[in-house]
């Protein structure tokens, strides 16, 4: 007995620009015997993409006469069976007819069922001919989507005949010229947003400022940019898909020009074969140069900077030197350039300076140094040490140590570690010797290159000696004067240590709150800076220091986590990859702290793989350990004190007189009252009455 095959078919017809697609759902009814198999008749030009369906091992494709596949079962099918199928025909833009491709069931005595047919945004589709089918309303199958054109299927060869009318698309563009002028350089940035209508685009047209001027383009699924007319100027963004609705791009280009002209014109960079485009100008630059109009503006108007919408993506634009609405497309804007020689300014401003020394009987010398300021651009501190063979042990900067370079006689400690602006504490230690005679004192302090102001030196002399005519650049103060000698033993030491560790400790909390507060207003690099000094002032108390260094790992970590992010969407609009989709409500929930736009999985394995790279650097770096020397404040201390030392590169430096033994203040202070008494008496001898010749004086009468 022959098998009695109904076919029941559901299709969807989808025309666009590069492919049609049939998708179609072919419900197979099997009657009175079993079958193994079924042939169907596919269309010509199309490639079956995939067939699934129930009980379906595999297919192959048949090319005796009418181009087929046989679909093959596991078993005999008898009743009904649901076969799914996709077709695909490329194409090279849509043709003007398009004949519906059908497939046919061969054999079987029934088909019927309902098409539908689509296109694309922008292509219309009208049936100029259609044999065994009957034209139903789409909303009758439950279709709301305008352009569509629905058909019942009545009979096994039916045949549609299309026409397609492809509309045009309109694109509105609004335009953003960002322009910075510097150092003979017009560096420019176009932000470009169209608003396409009626249908999809997916080639757009720039023209740029000059005929020879590169364009950079950027923006989401572009596939290639090129030139397409050299002597116009004219390039070509093609993208992988068509885009409907709207689009954005950025065009970035560089033209220079001679600074000493004194001039400059800026020409835009315009999308073509578009409506006619309007937007915005701002012209930024730095502070060296005074820029404005050369000539009376002819298509442009004043705008506030304020009132560009931020749906151009360009940032801040709030320090614009001049901002202006377009209103015709092609304007011309000549400006006067001039530029000013920059001011000197102090790359450091040192805001105390003070000198520690101790000097043994010999004359040697241990000085230490602390410098408070505030960097600027300065990026080394350079200091020249009283005689060549003096030489720094060790320097800090924040409590972190410095590794010192030596370069001419002079000594250069780095401030890279420092931002700027922000407040950085110096201190170096170093040895010398005192010049002139034994008798004749004389110490020379470092030479900084910067100003220096509040500078105090004290030194400490040896005792038992007294110390006469104190002078140098630094003014001597008289209170020290009188400063009793004092011992330096181990009880001085540990009290000195402590009051040092002390301060230290309250330096590292101080800066642990700071690197706090930074974190969460995102100054990352000030964070992480200022969690490095609290490391380093919180070396004597182990619960601390642990605290400085968990939060300065978890910063750190979380910076790596977001450069390999960045890094990662860096090569995917490299490679013009689209971003990958949102994580589904089923997955994990993002923990807290992680990069937005990261599901969990995906930061755990970012954090992993930071984890891995910042443990290889911290083992491949090392740490530099610094010792640090307490100065032994014994004996006699000198004071000296200057409020400002303006010429950088100034030497410091004090004299005095020194009589030694244990009473030689005693003898100094008696030796001058007999040298006074000796003045006074023979002050008397010349001022006395000498004797009269004439005899004594007659007393006058009363």
Not at 50 to 56: F, I, K, P, R, Y
Not at 144 to 164: C, H, M, N, T, Y
Not at 266 to 294: C, E, F, H, W
Not at 299 to 324: H, N, Q, T, V, W
Request: aromatic share 6%.
């Amino acid at each position: 007995m022959l098998p009695e095959i109904r076919v029941e078919e559901k299709g969807s017809l989808s025309v666009a620009d590069e492919r049609i697609v049939l998708a179609t759902q072919l419900k197979v009814t099997v009657a009175k015997s079993g079958i193994f198999s079924l042939r169907l008749a596919i269309p010509a030009g199309f490639d079956l993409e995939s067939l699934t369906g129930e009980d379906v091992t595999h297919w192959d494709e048949v090319k005796d006469g009418e181009r087929g596949i046989i679909v093959y079962f596991s078993k005999p099918v008898l009743g009904v069976r649901d076969l799914n199928l996709v077709l695909v025909r490329m194409e090279k833009g849509i043709a003007d007819t398009i004949t519906a491709p059908r497939v046919e069931c061969v054999g079987a005595v029934k088909h019927s069922g309902a098409l539908v047919v689509s296109g694309e945004r922008g292509v219309r589709l009208t049936t100029i001919r259609r044999e065994g089918v009957s034209e139903v309303n789409p909303r009758e199958l439950g279709i709301e989507q305008q352009g569509v054109l629905a058909f019942s299927l009545l009979r096994p060869d039916w045949l549609i005949v299309l026409k397609a009318e492809v509309l045009t698309p309109v694109i509105k563009p609004e335009v953003l010229q960002r322009v910075d002028l510097s150092e003979g350089m017009l560096k420019g940035r176009t932000y470009i947003r169209y608003r396409i209508e009626n249908a999809g685009c997916k080639v757009f047209y720039l023209r740029a400022p000059q005929t020879n001027t590169l364009l950079s383009v950027s923006g989401a699924d572009v596939a290639k940019v090129q030139v397409t007319d050299p002597a116009r100027g004219i390039w070509q963004v093609t993208l992988h898909n068509k885009v409907e609705n709207g689009y954005n791009l950025v065009a970035a280009y560089q033209i220079p020009f001679d600074p000493g002209a004194g001039e400059v014109v800026l020409t835009p960079l315009l999308p073509v074969n578009t409506d006619t485009p309007g937007g915005y100008l701002t012209v930024m630059s730095d502070g060296r140069v005074q820029i404005k109009p050369a000539a009376a503006l002819s298509g442009m108007k004043p705008e506030e900077a304020r009132g560009i919408p931020a749906a151009f993506g360009a940032g801040d634009l709030s320090d614009a030197i001049l901002c202006y609405r377009a209103i015709q497309p092609d304007y011309v804007l000549p400006l006067s350039v001039i530029r000013h020689e920059s001011a000197d300014v102090l790359p450091a401003r040192v805001t105390e300076t003070r000198l520690t020394s101790a000097m043994s009987a010999e004359g040697k010398l241990l000085t230490q140094v602390a410098i408070q300021m505030h960097v600027g651009d300065l990026r080394f501190l350079t200091v020249k040490l009283p005689q060549p063979e003096a030489r720094i042990w060790s320097a800090f900067v924040n409590g972190r140590v410095a590794a010192p370079s030596r370069e001419d006689g002079r000594y250069r400690i780095p401030l890279e570690a420092v931002e700027a602006g922000e407040p950085a504490a110096v201190e170096f230690l170093y040895e010398s010797v005192a010049a002139g005679r034994r008798f004749a004192q004389q110490l020379d302090g470092p030479q900084i290159d910067l100003p220096l102001s509040a500078i105090r030196w004290n030194i400490h002399v040896p005792p038992n000696r007294f110390y006469f005519r104190l002078g140098g650049t630094l003014e001597y103060a008289a209170a020290g004067r009188g400063a009793p000698a004092s011992g330096f033993d181990a009880r001085v030491y540990q009290s000195i240590a402590q009051n040092r560790m002390q301060a230290d400790l309250e330096k590292a909390k101080n800066v642990m709150a700071q690197g706090e507060l930074y974190a969460r207003q995102g100054k990352q690099k000030l964070a992480k800076q200022s969690l490095e000094s609290a490391i380093n002032y919180s070396r004597g108390q182990s619960d601390l220091n642990e605290d400085a260094r968990v939060q300065y790992h978890n910063l750190i970590q979380q910076q790596a986590v977001v450069g390999l992010m960045d890094r990662r969407h860096a090569m995917r609009q490299a490679q013009n990859i689209q971003a990958e989709q949102a994580p589904t409500p089923a997955e994990p929930r993002r923990p807290a702290g992680a990069p937005a736009g990261l599901s969990a999985r995906e930061n755990n394995s970012l954090r992993v793989v930071s984890e891995k790279i910042l443990r290889q650097q911290e083992a491949a770096a090392g740490v530099d350990q610094g010792i640090r020397v307490t100065i032994p404040e014994g004996g006699c201390m000198l004071e000296f004190r200057r409020t400002l030392q303006v010429d950088p590169n100034t030497p410091m430096r004090v004299s005095f007189r020194v009589c030694p033994g244990a009473g030689a203040r005693h003898i100094f202070t008696a030796a001058a009252f007999l040298a006074l008494l000796a003045a006074f008496y023979a002050a008397i001898r010349r001022s006395g009455a000498r004797p009269s010749k004439r005899g004594p004086a007659t007393p006058a009468p009363d």
